[in-house]
């Protein structure tokens, strides 16, 4: 009895372990995801645009704006953001921004002085905006719709697993909203 209860329980370990490894590793292809796209659509621009003389830096960065970032942040009002994944926006955000700038890492720029001479802000300030906007429209909402019952409901049955637990959609806009 005791090694089929044995059995059991670690079965049900290795397969909670299945989940979370299938869902970190979905939500890293879903960055990687959109860092591709993002990606391409900045490389596609790089004759036309990013390294044209006759563009001023105003437009090369509205551009930016307009194609690149859209494409970044797509859908980004309901992301749940590890610090992993804002990392590597981060990272792409401010590689991009100092292509357009030209300035090489060599020179030992700071990324606030990036953001400063291109006036942007950085990609955890316009992830938080988002979130916090679409949670304002959340909050508006009649009770019966699915995103308010969604965002605001508890589970009935059920509990836990032991542990550090996944951060949620619900526990980053709580730690945005105290920032």
Known sequence: MTVSATFFSMKRQRDLFNKRLILCCLSSSFFLH???????????????VWIRRG????TKLK?????VLPSLLYASETWTVYAI???????????????LLNVKWQEHIPDTEILQKSKMESIHAMLMRSQLRWAGHVVR??????????SYGEL?????????????FKDYRKTSIKH
């Open 63 to 67: 551009v930016y704006r307009a194609v």
């Open 34 to 48: 959109h860092l591709a796209r993002a990606s391409a659509a900045f490389g596609r621009l790089h004759d036309n």
């Open 55 to 58: 563009l001023s830096l105003d």
């Open 156 to 168: 009935c049955s059920g509990k836990r697993s032991c542990g550090g637990q996944k951060k949620c």
């Open 141 to 150: 909402m009649n009770d019966e719709r699915l995103p308010k019952r969604l």
């Open 85 to 99: 994944h804002s990392r590597q926006l981060n990272s792409f955000h401010l590689r991009c921004l100092r292509r």
